[in-house]
């Protein structure tokens, strides 16, 4: 798992050397995408590639391929990487240039890319989770590397023992610092809409389609806050974990701490559609 991709070349890792000029070490100016890749073969990539361009063409830059030209290099990453059970971390940053925050038109970005073990996954996880107020920036739906109120509030959740936080803005749940959520209230499946205050997780969509395959519609609605504590199931979805259940949230219950069917009916869903694919390829 040590060779990764730097502009145009595969090379070791610790090898690997970028300016301290670049503009995403400088500003966080990049955007980033991670791609499962279980048994070495990605799953959702060309979903993936549609949002990484819509960050691309948000945050004004260039794209430096399109999706065939990714899509061969990332593959080949894969490869040289000897598959496994593996995501790959994808990272545009703008480029190098003079520290300056309005950028220079006439710059190359920088294409990075590497693999990283992906979690084992066996059934459905439970884990705990806060809820803590929503303090990040007005465009969560730009997958940018600008991630430091993620990291304090995902870092809070953990120094409380907890995997999660899910952040409220407004009264309203938005989503996960580093996940969508789901809320189930009586068999009704529930998910925030989406908009600017919250990423198209690439789980989030392939769960509510193949949900909807398996007869059970969910609701792109708002949820308030103090709807949580009264939830039959909470999920939380990410292209790394696929989908773990939160059997505690403020250190109170939520469903009865064992048994979520309908996430259990989303993983299998999920899951299904993963083996469609793999057929079908
Ligand atoms: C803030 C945030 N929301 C949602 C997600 C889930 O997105 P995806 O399912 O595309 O991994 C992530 C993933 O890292 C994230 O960082």
Known sequence: MSICYLNGKFLELSEARVSVLDRGFIFGDAVYEVIPAPGGRFFGLDEHLVRLERSLAAVQIAAPMAAEGWSAVLNELLVRNAGGDVAVYLQVTRGVAE?????????????????????AQQGLARVSAITLPDNRWGRCDIKSTSLLANVLLRNEAVRRGCYEALLVRDGRLTEGAASNVFVVH????????????????????????????????????????????????????????????????????????????????????????????????
């Not at 520290?99 to 979690?119: E, G, N, Q, S, Y």
């Not at 395959?213 to 708002?222: K, Q, S, T």
């Not at 806050?225 to 989908?243: F, H, K, P, Q, Y």
């Open 186 to 281: 009586g068999g009704r499946v529930r998910t925030p809409p989406l908009g600017p205050a919250l990423l198209a997780g690439v789980t989030r969509g392939l769960i509510i389609d193949a949900l909807a395959r398996a007869g059970c519609e969910v609701e792109e609605a708002d949820i308030e806050v103090a709807e949580l504590a009264g939830a039959d199931e909470i999920w939380l979805t990410s292209s790394s974990r696929d989908l773990v259940c939160v059997a505690t949230l403020d250190q109170r219950r939520i469903g009865d701490g064992e048994h979520y069917p309908i996430a259990a009916t989303a993983l299998a869903a999920l899951a299904a559609e993963r083996q469609r694919r793999e057929s079908a390829a």
């Open 99 to 119: 520290r300056d925050h309005a950028f220079p038109r006439d710059i190359t970005p920088t294409v990075f890319a590497m693999c990283k073990p992906l979690p």
